[in-house]
């Protein structure tokens, strides 16, 4: 039987890193407090049995995702059958190679998702335990699914995870982000050609669904066949109830609808996947939902999306990944491609992306980045600062990142500014109070872009020279300070920093 | 302070001159324990008064401010169009 959620959670629970709550809780509030105060630690998830003004029997899974700052794939690597204590260069580079051999999913004729089918007037959205996450949002948010559309033009089947408003009992509102495919199947294509667009919202099921539908990959590629990678195995997929799309036979629940042309709803304001609060309330596209189905007893996953908690340690430990995949379809010779660290977050515009050391890898490399690496279709909308570092620094240690920003970068001559272009919501927070009304929704929001070149351009005495464990001592002097390490009583891994910038992938 | 509804600080603040006039008024207000919005006629006040509730303004960007400072009756939750479509 293929992997799924319940597996996860009995992966957590055997880890350690699952508590079980039974005594009644609120999804107004009470459940995201949970996760969020388990994010400060890299705490337990947690499986809430009785939700309070929920039919019983259905479930809510938090914090599944809440890692570490060293390991936010903490979680991840368990529901990927990984050892949650393999260090974030190995992550990043299993992941890597699981994802390069994409397995398409196979067709089965029922699945789990099935057990309960409910259509038109029996749909109460209401009835599930959609968590309600922090003062001031506009509603409550459904922040960890996989949003399935396919292409009508051919049989490409593109999933991805955004912020979805419960509108109401039948009505979903969906925020796709300015770079995102599904924006550019909708707007370019169904609505272009007078159509409504099938959706299908897949809650649960295979993680790496979910996962690889949290990564920005390019178009054609289907984040099932990723899925199907870092799995190791195809992921079985059924025919929707009232469409031909396809999803996870073993979804906990299903929510079948469909966007109509230019029908749009308000949503917002809420608090980002970044992070921070988004508005203002804004026009976005309705699901006009017309079926869920369900497994008994299901379990809703949440994630809340402040400083440390899942929705972090999720893109941390995932969202670079697609970059990668990207900037080397591009012949990009880079060891890692694009990653959100070390700040916490890239979609609010940070990248650190490695060239090689000084010099040059070949002349124009760096014209290259600049030109290949934002035209990207993922990165050109994603990012509105970039820095690019050399690839001696470990862009996970925000010393190493800043010490690069601060002493390599000159004012005059390697700072960029590009000309407004998409970006994402969160840029939303800085328009002047007379764009908001022009400029709402998805790709309309616009903005300038800042890359800083913060690699080596001289050589020592010109350039200035990194000093750092690895280059201000003798090779034997680390090396016995290294082995006495432990003996000394020092818990600390010394080699981290060692181990990243090693890996290969 | 704890409120009952929600009103959009925006949406409010078009119709301040409605406050105390015992004029109803349409407005977005989203119920505390359901945190879904929903059109309502109400009444606006200053302060407490009969059969009224306590309500806070939501901002823009998800600001929530004056918790307490204005009070709305809801005369009738208007149904919304959606609610019969399937």
Redesign the interface.
Known sequence: MAYDMRDFIEGLRNAGDLVEINDEVDWNYEISAYEVLSGRFGGPAFLFNNIKGIPKGSRALAAQFVGTFRRPHKKAAIAMGLDPNVDRPEWNAVLAKRMSMMLRPVETSTGQCKEIVKMGKEVNLLELPFTYHAIGDGGRYIFCSAAIIKDPDSSWINTGNYAIEVFSRNRLVITPYAHTNFLAIYTEKYQAKGLSMPVAICLGGDPAVTMAAGMILPPGVSEYDIAGGIRGTPMELVRAQTSDLLVPANAEVIIEGEIRPYERLPEGPKIEVFGFSVGPRQPFYPIRVHCITQRKNPIIWDIHTSLGASGASLQLSLQGLGFTGMAKAFGLPMKLGGTMAPVRSGATGHAAVYKKKYPEDYPGFMQDLWDKYLALPGLGGVFARQVFVDDDVNVLDETEFYDALFSQVSAAKDIRVRPPCPVMTIESSWMEEWDRNKYVGPGTIRGPKQTFDATTKEEPPLGVRRLTFETVFPENVQEWVVVNWERLGFKEEPLWHDSWLKAKF | MEVTYWL?KDEFEAHIGFVDKKEPVELEV?D??????KKAKVLLFQKSSEGSSAVGL???????GDEGKYHIKVLEIIP?P??D??
């Open positions: 959009y989203m505390q324990a359901e945190k879904v919005w939501l901002g823009p960007f998800g600001e929530l919304s959606l609610d479509d399937e």
